[in-house]
Structures are given as C-alpha cells and as structure tokens.
C-alpha cells in the first residue's frame, strides 16, 4: 500500500477570468476531493492511472506509452503531473520509478479545478512518500508551475485552493489571504455536462480585451468593485447583496463572451425557483455554474436544475487543502 494525499476542488465565487488581469477574485473550497495514490517502483517507469477517467499509461526514457484509454487524451492529462512529480524528484535527488492511482470526485473540466486538485494531491503524495520536505508553498508552486501547462496564462488561483483550501481573496500580484466567513454559503452546484478547455475561454477573453479595450477596461474594474462589496457582504453574511452582485458578475462575464447556451439555460432555472443569485463559475463555456440559495430554497433550485437537463449537487465550504490522508 502507498501513501495517500488529497486536495479539495474549488469554486469561484466572484472574479473569474478578470482574475488573469491582476484583478481580485473570491474563491473557496469545496467538500469534492481528487485523491492520489503513489509506491515506489523497482525501475525507472512512472506509471499513471486515473480510475475515475479510465486512463492508464507510463512514461519512461522521455516517452509515454498508453495502456489503457484515448493514448492523446491521456497524455494530455498526465503530463502536468508529469512535470509535478518531476520537480518532486529534483528535491529528492535520485530518480526513482512510481506508480501513481488517481482516484477523483471532481467533475472534469467543469471549472472546478479538477486539474489542480489531482496534481496538488500528486505532489504531496509523491513527497510524502520520498520523504521529500514540501511545505505547502512548495505544493502550490510546483502545482502552479505544471498548470501552465495546462491553461498556458493561469492566475494560480487554482492551485492556491486546491493547496490551502478554506475562502481566499485572491490576487495575482499580491498572493492570497484568507477570508473569514462564519455563516454557510449554501449553493447549488450545476453542471452543463459540457465540457470546454479553460487556455480556450481565457484566449476568448484575451482578444475580445484586445479588440475592445476601452470597452473592456471598465468592465474590469465592475468585477473588482463587486469583489470589494462581496468582501464586506459576506463578513456580514448579507446573501442578498452576494445574490445581486453574483447576478451582476455572471452579466459581465456574459458580456466577454464566456457563457453559453447551456450555462444560460441553467442560470435562468435557478433564478425562476428562487435563487438569491446565480452566475457561471471557473472557466465558462459550458462547466458549471452556482446558485446562491436560502436553505428553504435549496431542494426547488436543485429540481430546477435537473428539470432544465442540468446535473445538480450540493456542495459545503471546506477549509480543508491538499493533505497526507495516508502513509
Ligand atoms: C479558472 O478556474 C479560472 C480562470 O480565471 C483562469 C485562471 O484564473 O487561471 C478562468
């Protein structure tokens, strides 16, 4: 038996995509886990396996070899952990082989940082295991150094929740910091079921910014000043106010061109069964969405959802990051 690390999916409450221009976001931690498995192999091989997605494959000697699955699919999907366990094997200083099992309950490439959870929970599973010491600043830069990878431009706010879990006021350019928040958040979570790649939506943002940049500035500064109210809104547990400034975000993100039909059809349902507020969250372009609801409330936006071909969870905040479940 190997060693056993995971780390927690995320959402975004307020602030994605202006995020990538140095703008303030609000994002938390969900109670959906990706979960990582790694032992020490008597070769060189690092051999990967993703139960939930159905791939298996090993790189070996610089290339990759597919067992089991779509071979373009997985190497698409290995290889930021790849690099993760490569700067792993740096600090440990001998190459050694490793089988690695991911084990997720994160829906994939619906914006909740799937991507981010499993090669968080990879990292402090493979440390873990070498007996490499890997703070969790560690765990976040190496998280965040494979997700370029991934999203070519990301803010890092992905790996930052998935590594330290709980609510962050996040920033590019001055780090991240934990916001207290008493009350529950409670949401509903929808999926689309459409699957989109976030480097996609962030390249739509960046050339309708690029193309309209008079119009797309002061749509910036929107998001922050509703990242700012939303600061004080949820200190003082106001969900009527987040509600309003959610519906007021998910508008300007409308407006960059980043919802969809199937986002749309989802948010509309939640707000007609009494949502407090609805936008989409991560990514767009499909993925999920979020509705804020009063408790009494949460059982009709959940039906709601599924009625308009949506699959609706429930999600709590946890304050739980990446961490050693087994050793
Ligand atoms: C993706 O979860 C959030 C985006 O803002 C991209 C990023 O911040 O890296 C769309």
């Known amino acids: 038996m190997g060693v056993v690390a995971s780390a927690p999916a995320k959402i975004i409450l307020f602030g994605e995509h202006f995020v990538v221009y140095g703008e303030p976001a609000i994002v938390l931690a ?158 509903v979570i929808g999926d689309t079921g459409v699957e989109r790649s976030t480097r996609a939506q962030v390249e739509k943002v960046r050339s309708i910014k690029e193309k309209y940049p008079q119009i797309v500035e002061p749509v910036m500064l929107a998001a922050r000043e509703i990242v700012l109210r939303a600061i004080d809104a949820l200190k003082e547990n106001d969900l009527e106010t987040l509600g309003e400034l959610m519906n007021i975000n998910h508008a300007l993100l409308y407006g960059v061109g980043v919802s969809d039909e199937s986002l749309e059809w989802l948010v509309n349902a939640a707000r007609k069964a009494g949502a407090l507020g609805a936008k989409l969250t991560g990514a767009g372009g499909g993925g999920c969405m979020i509705a804020l609801t009063k408790n009494e409330e949460l059982e009709r936006v959940f039906e709601a959802i599924q009625r308009v071909g949506g699959k609706p969870f429930m999600a709590r905040k946890t304050d739980e990051g990446v961490k050693i479940e087994r050793t």
């Open 30 to 187: 969900i109670d959906k886990r990706a979960y990582a498995e790694a032992e020490q192999r008597n070769d060189k091989r690092l051999c990967l396996r993703s139960v939930n997605l159905n791939l298996a494959g090993y790189f070996e000697n610089g290339t990759f070899k597919i067992e089991q699955g779509d071979a373009k699919e997985a190497k698409s999907k290995f290889e930021p952990i790849k690099l993760a366990v490569a700067k792993v094997l740096e600090k440990h200083g001998e190459n050694v082989g490793l089988n690695i099992q991911i084990n997720s309950t994160v829906p994939v490439a619906a914006g909740l940082g799937s991507s981010a959870a499993v090669v968080a929970a990879v990292t402090a599973a493979v440390g873990a295991l070498l007996n490499v010491k890997m703070s969790k600043e560690d765990v976040f830069r190496t998280t965040y150094e494979s997700e370029k990878i991934v999203h070519g431009t990301p803010s890092g706010i992905d790996p930052a929740i998935s590594t330290f879990g709980g609510t962050l006021l996040f920033q590019m350019d001055t780090g991240f910091k934990p916001l207290e928040v008493k009350a529950d958040i409670p949401l």
